[in-house]
T-cell receptor
Framework: ELKVEQNPLFLSMQEGKNYTIYCNYS?????LYWYRQDPGKSLESLFV?????AVKQEGRLMASLDTKARLSTLHITAAVHDLSATYFC??????????FGQGTRLTINP | NAGVTQTPKFQVLKTGQSMTLQCAQD?????MYWYRQDPGMGLRLIYY???????DKGEVPNGYNVSRLNKREFSLRLESAAPSQTSVYFC???????????FGEGSRLTVL
């Protein structure tokens, strides 16, 4: 059974700091997704990572994928309050539906 | 751009009542899903439909039924609601079973 674990589950940080959220998964996956959820809102897609070594960046967020280590990271650079949200990673075991991690609740304080 | 539309957005039920959550997508997606989200539990898959005419159980199917009415619509029915079904329900769709999910706005259900 595929397990997807995010670390940390809760993160409180100050504006201007850098930090990384980790997503580990237990079996081979075709691709990896990162989603963002604001409080009381739906989930929106941030990144789709399709191959080993893939790196994608959008503003202060950068996601990477290491399929050999079964690890993805979501790096936040010079955090700002607007990035406060819950971030989910999700993976697809071979030809199967997405499996989500538990989510990382990120709070960025002024 | 409508995307994935869920109705109703809010609902309060008494224990034992029944109701149906409706979901429609206008992206011509093959696959549709129903998730529930509870505090501290992340997203849990209830049922999904990989393609029109098929439905399969997810992680937490007990107490629910689904219907893939056509390619656009996927409904979730609670036959006899229980307080444990108080949750936020999300419908989602994707082009294929491994594809990027697009979520609806969510339906907040409270069972008293």
């Amino acid at each position: 059974e595929l397990k997807v674990e995010q670390n940390p589950l809760f993160l409180s940080m100050q504006e201007g700091k850098n930090y990384t959220i980790y997503c580990n998964y237990s079996t081979t996956s075709d691709r990896l997704y990162w989603y963002r959820q604001d409080p009381g809102k739906s989930l929106e897609s941030l990144f789709v990572l399709l191959s080993n070594g893939a790196v994608k960046q959008e503003g202060r967020l950068m996601a990477s994928l290491d399929t050999k280590a079964r690890l993805s990271t979501l790096h936040i650079t010079a955090a700002v309050h607007d990035l406060s949200a819950t971030y989910f990673c999700a993976v697809t075991p071979r030809a199967q539906k997405l499996v989500f991690g538990q989510g990382t609740r990120l709070t960025i304080n002024p | 751009n409508a995307g994935v539309t869920q109705t109703p957005k809010f609902q309060v039920l008494k224990t034992g009542q029944s109701m149906t959550l409706q979901c429609a997508q206008d992206m011509n997606h093959n696959s549709m899903y129903w998730y529930r989200q509870d505090p501290g539990m992340g997203l849990r898959l209830i049922y999904y439909s990989a393609s029109e005419g098929t439905t399969d159980k997810g992680e937490v199917p007990n107490g629910y039924n689904v219907s893939r009415l056509n390619k656009r619509e996927f409904s979730l029915r609670l036959e006899s609601a229980a307080p444990s079904q108080t949750s936020v329900y999300f419908c989602a769709s994707s082009a294929g079973i491994t594809g990027e999910l697009f979520f609806g706005e969510g339906s907040r259900l409270t069972v008293l």
